[in-house]
């Protein structure tokens, strides 16, 4: 048996090396852009790849290079059920109200007259998203009929950039006055105004649809539920920036009375979307439910990881640490069929 590992800094691969290392697991590491990658895999059983929604290259190309070795039987981490929706909140919209899942109710459009028409009877606020985006990015709130217009416009207009350069900027001013952030980041958000990342001069604009989400008052924080191969979640407090609405990105954390019920939700969807891992974020409705708000197999693991434990599936607590990406290369493993492995580290 050998692990292809696809490493990048600062991601989920370096605990994956870091446990094959360990645990005398053969792994290799490899680059999956390399033209004969296809190849280069002929000697491995699977492939593990934390792709991220921010890297054109990933965004380009490693949905087709995963889906594809899984189709010819090579087990893959993130595979088809679990990736294809992957920072796509319109694609999450539709998978979840497929399975009657609670959902934030949602709004989507392709036509600019159907999303004016709505807008022009619904009530505010509502929440306004791009498709794509982490840590609160192009989510904005929308307070009136005229802002919605405005959006609406915009989004079968000339559209949105990947990169919202003034949303970036009072991010990182607002964590400057918080005394979370330093005074070079916001030089360097003043920066961006004028020179736009890498990824968002590569990726086309967002245009030709307009998503929008109820707003769910009354929320001080939000909970992230993760769940690994569908056996144990963890699950964390987020709370809502000073000033703001949005939780994902404050980095204000909390453990404490965590609602099981939306851990007990994690685990039903997960189940039922056969899912390899993935990180549910929830509110409470104004009746205490937990509504989904979005999903991910990707995530910030830093918070979760100092989760003072984990649940499994029959909801009994466990008073361990909780290793997301430990259990990830776990469940591969486990996956694959019984075989003689010689217990050297490739390099």
Not at 274 to 297: H, N
Not at 332 to 346: C, K, M, T, Y
């Amino acid at each position: 048996m050998q692990i292809a590992i696809h490493h990048t800094s600062d991601s989920f691969s370096d605990h994956w090396i870091e446990y094959c290392k360990k645990n005398n697991i053969n792994y290799k590491i490899v680059n999956a852009f390399d033209n004969d990658i296809i190849c280069q895999l002929k000697d491995c059983d699977a492939l593990m790849w934390h792709h991220h929604h921010g890297h054109f290259k990933d965004v380009l190309a490693a949905r087709k290079i995963l889906f594809a070795l899984e189709h010819a039987g090579v087990k893959v981490f993130p595979d088809f059920k679990t990736g294809w929706h992957f920072d796509d909140k319109v694609a999450q919209k539709y998978i979840l109200e497929a399975i009657d899942a609670p959902l934030v109710p949602s709004y989507v459009f392709y036509d600019r007259k159907e999303a004016e028409d709505w807008a022009k009877q619904t009530t505010y606020p509502k929440v306004f998203k791009l498709k794509g985006g982490a840590g609160a990015a192009n989510v904005k709130l929308i307070k009136s009929r005229a802002e919605a217009f405005k959006v609406i416009g915009k989004s079968f207009g000339k559209g949105f950039s990947q990169f919202d350069r003034m949303g970036n900027l009072s991010d990182r001013y607002k964590k400057f006055r918080s005394g979370s952030g330093s005074l070079l980041l916001v030089l360097k958000g003043v920066a961006r105004l004028f020179i736009p990342t890498d990824f968002a001069k590569q990726q086309s604009p967002e245009r030709g649809y307009v998503y929008f989400q109820e707003f769910i008052p009354d929320n001080n924080h939000d909970t992230r539920v993760v769940v690994i191969g569908g056996q144990k979640a963890a699950a964390e407090k987020r709370y809502v920036r000073k000033n703001d609405f949005r939780a994902s990105g404050s980095g204000s954390f909390s453990y404490d009375n965590i609602d099981t019920n939306a851990v007990k939700i994690s685990f039903e969807v997960s189940k039922r979307l056969g899912l390899q891992a993935v990180a549910f974020d929830f509110v409470l409705d104004e009746e205490g439910k937990p509504l989904i708000v979005e999903l991910s197999y990707g995530f910030g693991a830093r918070g979760i990881s100092e989760a003072p434990g984990y649940w499994d599936s029959q909801l009994n607590w466990h008073a361990d640490r909780f290793n997301p990406q430990q259990w990830m290369i776990e469940n591969i493993i486990n996956s694959l069929e019984p075989a003689d492995v010689s217990r050297q580290s490739v390099d």
